[in-house]
C-alpha cells in the first residue's frame, strides 16, 4: 500500500492591520514554520483565496482569522467557512485582539479550532505568535483524499 501522499499546508492570514501581519508572520518564521503564508486584508479576498485554491488545486488550508475587518466580521468568515461542505474542514484560529467571553464562546460554537487573544503587550504578543508557530509546525490539516 503506497503512502498518502500529504500537501503542504497554505497558511491564510486573515489581517487587515498590517504591522500585526508582518509580526505574526515574523515570529511563525522564527518557530521555524516555512510554510507558505498568503495575506488578506479583508474577507472578501480570503474567502475568494479560499475557494479558488479548493477548487484549483484541493490543497489544504489553515486559516488564521481577525475578527475586526472591513469589510465583514471574522465570525461571518467563520460562518461561511463552517457551512461550506469543502471548506469546512480547515482549521481556523482565531487571532483578535477581542477577549469578550460571549465573542470567544460564539467563535468556538461556529467551528474555531483555538482563539488566541492578541496581548496589547508587544512581549506576550511576540511569545504568543512564537507558541503559535510551534502549534502549526507539529499540526497535519486533513487534504480532500483524507475524507475519502
Not at 93 to 101: A, Q
Not at 119 to 145: C, K, N, S
Amino acid at each position: 500500500m503506497a503512502p498518502k501522499e500529504h500537501h503542504q499546508v497554505t497558511i491564510l492570514m486573515v489581517e487587515d492591520d498590517l504591522g500585526h501581519a508582518r509580526l505574526i508572520e515574523k515570529n511563525i518564521r522564527r518557530a521555524g514554520v516555512m510554510n507558505e503564508v498568503i495575506h488578506a486584508t479583508d474577507g472578501t479576498t480570503a474567502l475568494n483565496h479560499l475557494k479558488k485554491g479548493l477548487a484549483a488545486e484541493h490543497r489544504p488550508f489553515l486559516v488564521l482569522l481577525d475578527l475586526n475587518l472591513p469589510d465583514m466580521s471574522g465570525t461571518t468568515i467563520l460562518e461561511h467557512l463552517k457551512s461550506d461542505a469543502g471548506l469546512r474542514r480547515f482549521p481556523v484560529i482565531v487571532l483578535t485582539t477581542t477577549d469578550d467571553e460571549r465573542e470567544i464562546q460564539r467563535c468556538y460554537d461556529l467551528g474555531a479550532n483555538v482563539y488566541i487573544t492578541k496581548p496589547v503587550d508587544y512581549e506576550a504578543f511576540t511569545t504568543a505568535i512564537r507558541q503559535l508557530g510551534l502549534f502549526l509546525a507539529v499540526m497535519q490539516v486533513p487534504g480532500a483524499d483524507d475524507l475519502t
